[in-house]
């Protein structure tokens, strides 16, 4: 069975720049996830969806970070324009039914961003 | 605002037993406690998970404590495979887990 899928792996860009990251989850998965992760830290939640619907939103800033989820199956997250903060690794996760008590996440291998 | 608290490091001998604390004082009755590792350039990855009794798996035990403000992750025998940053996560009832900032393992030849 295929793990959770992102790309880029890598990506460098300028400051003001736009940036997508694009998540492909495990088959059948309904619920998607997107973390952001700083250097030393754990991840911390950016969104939830459950199937197209995003059911956490509310760690977003949603000033400059957009996410979408069309067709409930892949997703992309994007940041427009990207600030010399956002540079942090971004996980993409998926589960198969986000409201069971016990559900596991599973990981892709997330984007290093990195904003000069 | 992190609500489980682990030491930063812990360092063991290959194939020697590990246990790794994590303290959660304020926990609620329908927490989950999950624990995941991440070793270096990967995504976090599932090791175990419980509510109340204690857990065995492939991969390790998870002894809680029983007022549940603790818990602790015991890999019986260590390998340089289990290198790694070992995160003990509270999941709510909104499914949204809460990550610290983990324990991370080194495992000596």
């Known amino acids: 069975e295929a793990g959770v899928v992102q790309s880029p792996r890598y990506k460098i860009i300028e400051k003001k720049q736009p940036v997508a990251f694009w998540c492909n989850p495990i088959s059948g998965h309904n619920t998607l996830y997107w973390y952001r992760q700083n250097l030393g830290q754990g991840p911390e939640l950016l969104i939830r969806y459950e199937n197209e619907e995003a059911v956490d939103d509310s760690q977003l800033p949603k000033d400059r970070f957009s996410a979408e989820r069309l067709k409930g199956v892949d997703s992309t997250l994007k940041i427009q324009p990207a600030e010399l903060g956002d540079s942090a690794v971004y996980l993409c996760a998926s589960s198969y039914d986000g409201a069971g008590w016990a559900d596991t996440q599973y990981f892709g291998p997330g984007t290093r961003l990195t904003v000069l | 605002d992190a609500k489980t608290t682990q030491p930063n490091s812990m360092e063991s001998n290959e194939e020697e037993p590990v246990h790794l604390p994590c303290n959660h004082s304020?926990?609620?009755?329908?927490?989950?406690i999950h624990w995941y590792r991440q070793l270096p350039s990967q995504g976090p990855e599932y090791v175990i998970h419980?509510?109340?009794s204690n857990v065995n798996n492939r991969m390790a035990s998870l002894a809680i404590a029983e007022d549940r403000k603790s818990s602790t992750l015991i890999l019986h025998r260590a390998t340089l495979r289990d290198a790694a940053v070992y995160y003990c996560?509270?999941?709510?009832?909104?499914?949204?887990?809460?990550f610290g900032s983990g324990t991370k393992l080194n495992v000596k030849p």
């Open positions: 996560i509270l999941r709510d009832n909104f499914n949204k887990f809460y």
């Open positions: 419980g509510l109340t």
């Open positions: 304020t926990i609620s009755g329908t927490d989950y």
